[in-house]
């Protein structure tokens, strides 16, 4: 149910920043409408500025109109000068009053010529002017073009990479809901397992119920009769017992100890750099020490908290003596620790140097608060932080409050009782969590305190980074409190339960002698134990179990076709027993016959003569087979009649005085039967080889068709992966290449728009220049005239 409930908060997580994402990509849509909108704004703007420079075209139209038609004019007066000149020459009589015709003609030119040079250079002014005023509009317009273009890369960027994340987002989701239904389907098989376990464990809690009745009746009648004296019935006597060693127990409080030995040891550092960051702010500020004389008491507060290390390192030296003390072999209770009262001492060493640094604390802090650079703010926060360490000293007070009676019972264990043990550790529990809101508190303090010092004209950096430091051995000071509260809290129920081990039926250790004589029983005791224990058999050595755990993990034969090799074993195995049997009953129905027929040669003997002899043995001989010559080649017989006997190679006759063909034929028999026989193991064992090299065969083909077989899911898996992934690819090669488009048609707009302005403009300068030709002839002519 853990599981589920963490990967249901992942899941949560997983749809909480699914949902950011969601909410960003909205907002990066309405920013590219934005600045859809802004380009389109450019659009209407740049269209203004075209109607503009059409109007100012048209202007320019109509002035170079106006110039022709007054050049014209003026050529036509140039014209009636010089006819008139030609009639002067004509008309010397009349010469006088000609002239002065001639002149007011000339007068009345003149002023209309000025008139027009005047205006022609208004126009060219006119002209300069708009003709800056587009070049400075058209710089403005391209610069805001590539800025916009720029940005809408840049958002362009920004939404890929965001459907990018989103896509991952959308695959991680649905990875862990295939695997949240897996872990679901197989924690249903789990509940189902534990249905049918606690069904079992009921019918054995039952049965356990029933024989426990049984013995405990059994033990009750034999202690009546047999035990002639209660010894834990006498708390003084009871004592002495030993208990039942628990090395769980033994070893989850060392592991404990270890724990609490490690959080001791963060916290003596950070406080080692506490009061020396603190003795060296004490040095630097109000009044820096190098360049001016402080306070005689700052000096003396400086000189305590100099040494502050022989109080604080001894902290962690006792907890490391408590932690050696604790071992396999001991009985650990509040009696039998005694190096829990050298901590204590320590701790009492620390809470005097706190009790006596307190006073020159707050008396420098106040000083800090007379300065003339203290501000209303900054006063306020020194009087917090006088509070807070009042509020400290006050903590650890309280701590060695108890910590010394837990220390009672190894010293005087008739001064607290057993039963207050427990509310003595809530105790320091609830003191412990109150030591880490100290510490908060002044952490938040100090900081809020060090960022207005840090505001002021004469702070220095040596100020800022004593105070630096001196907030990180707060901030450590801080964690390390809130994990020793969170330790103690988490493992209380550890520390009640483990003050009931000891001797079984008391209730409390009388003294710490009769501790000690406890625990000398107990070596004793564990002595006696390993003199009875006998010594066990000898292992698999190291070496061999190695290659033997190697040959197992690299064999390729599943657990299947093992199960199927030993199968086919015992199937051979109830073959071969079978047909042991059958050939036992064979052997047991050829004696019996062999008996028989042995009875039948013999009464024949008797009834006929001795010619008759060797067709009877012939007969009886012939019912012999080789299970049963093996078995009797051993024997002696002994007999005064010709036996023949038959064999695999042939039949043989020999008489009982013919002794010295008796060897041979046996050695031949020996011989052929032993030939036959190895011939029949190497048989058996090429056909045992031949069936173990098929099972391994088949066995290493079934792991392989198992591995193709998970092959090909693997490979159809990634082909669906594969064929998602392109189709994904697909997609947004689309999206790109319509996005690549608009683009495309709206840079291809602007710079159409761009080459007609640039066209107009170039005919403007041309119409300009022709003016300014123009206009310097008229002028030439002007001067000619």
Known sequence: M??????????????????????????LKKGVVDEQANSTSLKEQLKMKDQSLRKLQQEMDSLAFRNQQLAK????????????????????????????????????????LQKKIEENERLHIQFF???????????????RLEVLEMETAQHQAVVDGLTRKYMETIEKLQNDKAKLEIKSQTLEREAKDCRVRTEECQQQLKN??????????????????????????????????????????????RDLVGQALAFIQDLVMALLNFHTYTEQRVQIFPVDSATDTISPLNQKFSQYLHENASYVRPLEEGMLHFFESITEDTVTVLETTAKLKSFSDYLKAYVHFLRKILPYQLKSLEEECESSLCTAALRARNMELQHDMKRLTAVFEKLHTYVSLLALPSMKPDRLLRTNFSSIFTHIASALHGFHDI?????????????????????????????????????????????????????????????????KGGME???????????????????YMKLLKKPCCDSVPYEEAL????????????????????????????????????????????????????????????????GQLIEASQESSLLLNAAEQEKE????????????????????????????????????????????????????????????????FHAECRALAKRLSLAEKSKESSTEEMRLARQSITRLQDELTTTKRSYEDQLSMMSDHLCSMNETLSKQREEIDTLKLASKGNSKKNKSR
């Open 439 to 503: 510490m908060k508190d002044i952490s938040k303090h100090y900081s809020q305190k060090a960022a207005l010092e840090h505001e002021l004209p004469t702070s220095t950096q040596k100020l800022i980074t004593t105070n630096d430091c001196i907030l990180s051995s707060v901030v450590a000071l801080t964690n390390g409190a809130g994990k020793v509260a969170s330790f103690f809290s988490n493992n209380l129920d550890c520390f009640t339960a483990s003050l009931s081990y000891g001797p």
């Open 2 to 27: 853990a599981a589920t409930a963490e990967l249901q908060g992942k899941y949560q997580k997983l749809a909480q920043e699914y949902s950011k994402l969601r909410a960003q990509n909205q907002v």
């Open 129 to 143: 002017e708009a003709d800056e005023k587009h070049k400075r509009l058209e710089s403005e317009l391209r610069s």
């Open 208 to 253: 356990l119920h029933s024989d426990l009745g049984s013995k405990l009746d059994e033990s009750l009648h034999i202690i009546r009769e047999k035990v002639p004296f209660n010894d834990t019935r006498s708390s003084q006597f009871n004592a002495l017992n030993v208990p039942l060693h628990n090395r769980r127990r033994q070893l989850k409080l």
């Open 509 to 527: 250790f009388i003294n710490p002698l009769s501790a000690e004589c406890m625990l000398q029983y107990k070596k004793k005791a564990a002595a």
């Open 547 to 610: 290659a033997n755990r190697r040959i197992l993990l690299s064999s390729t034969e599943s657990r299947e076709g093992l199960a199927q090799q030993v199968q086919q074993s015992l199937e051979k195995i109830a073959k071969l027993e079978q047909e042991k049997e059958h050939w036992m009953l064979e052997a047991q129905l050829a004696k019996i016959r062999l008996e028989k027929e042995n009875i039948k040669v013999a009464e024949k003997l008797k009834n006929s003569g001795g």
């Open 633 to 696: 080649n051993g024997t002696e017989k002994v007999l005064s009649e010709p036996i023949k006997i038959t064999s695999l190679v042939g039949m043989l006759t020999m008489t009982a005085c013919n002794e010295k063909q008796v060897p041979e034929a046996d050695t031949r028999e020996d011989l052929i039967k032993n030939h036959y026989m190895t011939r029949i193991v190497e048989l058996t064992s090429q056909l045992q080889l031949a069936d173990s090299k098929s099972v391994h």
């Open 73 to 112: 004019r003026v050529e036509l007066l140039q014209d009636e000068l010089a006819l008139s000149e030609l009639k002067g020459k004509k008309n010397k009589k009349s010469g006088e009053a000609s002239s002065q015709l001639s002149q007011e003609q000339k007068n009345v030119f003149d002023e209309d």
